[in-house]
């Protein structure tokens, strides 16, 4: 899709609320656009890191309009940065800020399925979200005296995998005057923050022997890993309310009449603060290394990658509400509170402000990675969550490249926000 760029545009100042209104009707225009990508998505799941096609049908669209992608972002082969710049000039004046020419807002797009549940997240509404708001942003930039510049991320693996951790690692984030996402949910709703996670692996390689035979030679691995559970269960009662802590036992053995010489387990720890949850993460593993110790197994822990808590920003958030509302949208404030959920979205808060609006699909008593949630991002219906997201998010960005007292105050906000 091409668009003749109009040229009424006057000043950024004076014609804020036009540019935010011909973003929107650019969403508009693109809406059987962007529905027949997160159907097509939706129609074929990919598992974190391995989202080929997702990427390939984002991108694609993202390059026939305007936009310059960098593949295999982070080194990561279904991450991309795809970057649109204009050079206009402008601002409102009205704020301290005077870095107009640098600033760059980033839009990051999800599109990774859950095993076996498809997208029963709705990723895939998220990337159509990100893209309609990227197009929408570059032709808003296009045809206003803006400096500017927009990024669309695209970011694999969140669920479980960390793509933005990598990303953010690599510093792709750093600069930007914020991020700014969305998540289907059951409410419309910004601000407010979610678990830290940090994931373990407990390995245990005991000596394997004849259950009936011989027990006496052997050393029960999965002796160990029960031992784990059992420590864990003990120590839940220790910990403050906001913490949790689960377990699975992904090897137990081969036969129920041989000693199990090795035994796995995988575990999620979450706070909601990254420090306490350290002091956490530290007994969990104490609790695996005390079954080893108890059983005479060894024991082989490996640490997967960290989400972090979301770090809020008010400012941005207030932001975000806005244009939420000005779509019609009833927004609920969620600032001070934590959803017990953990997003690698809380990793790109700590480098940048952050703001992830919640766009309501399904009714309360629908949960997450469900079936029913998952139907519900493949509906018909999820077409204007998508169209309400990308113009809530666009209009956002254009809030922080046009205004410099919304810019300033986000910076603010942040710095305050970071301590």
Known sequence: MHWEVPTLIKTANDDLAALKELACRAVDETRATLAELAMAIHAHPELGFEERRAVGLITRILE???????????????????????????????????????????????????????????????????????????????????????????????????????????????????????????????????????????????????????????????????????????????????????????KGGTAPNII?????????????????LAEVAEKVVNCARAGALATGATLEVKQGLEYADILPCPPLSDLMRANMERLGLTVRDLTGTVTPASSDLGNVSHVVPMEEGNFALVPPEVAYHTEAFCRAAGSAAAADVVVAAAKAIAMTALDLLVSDDAAERVREGYTVAKG
């Open 260 to 276: 199990p010489e090795l035994a796995e387990a995988r575990f999620a720890v979450r706070a909601a603060k990254v420090d306490y």
């Open 64 to 250: 026939a309009n305007g936009f310059k992608v960098s593949r295999e972002a982070a080194g990561l082969e279904t991450a991309f940065v795809a970057e649109a710049a204009a050079e206009g000039g402008g601002g409102d004046g009205a704020g301290a800020v005077s870095d107009r020419a640098g600033r760059t807002v980033g839009i990051l797009a999800e599109y990774d399925a859950l095993p076996e549940m498809g997208h029963a997240c709705g990723h895939n509404l998220i990337a159509a979200s990100a893209v309609g708001a990227g197009l929408a942003v570059r032709r808003a930039l296009e045809a206003g005296k803006v400096t500017g510049t927009v990024k669309v991320f695209g970011t694999p693996a969140e669920e479980g995998g960390g793509g933005k951790v990598l990303m953010a690692g690599a510093g792709l984030f750093d600069g930007l005057t914020a991020a700014l996402a969305m998540h289907p949910s059951q409410q419309n709703a910004v601000g407010g923050s979610c678990l830290a996670v940090r994931p373990f692996t407990f390995r245990f390689r005991g000596r394997p022997a004849h259950a009936a035979a011989s027990p006496h030679d052997g050393i029960n691995a999965l002796d160990a890993v029960i031992a784990t559970f059992n420590g864990v269960n003990a120590l839940r009662q220790q910990v403050k309310p906001d913490v949790r802590i689960h377990g699975i036992i992904t």
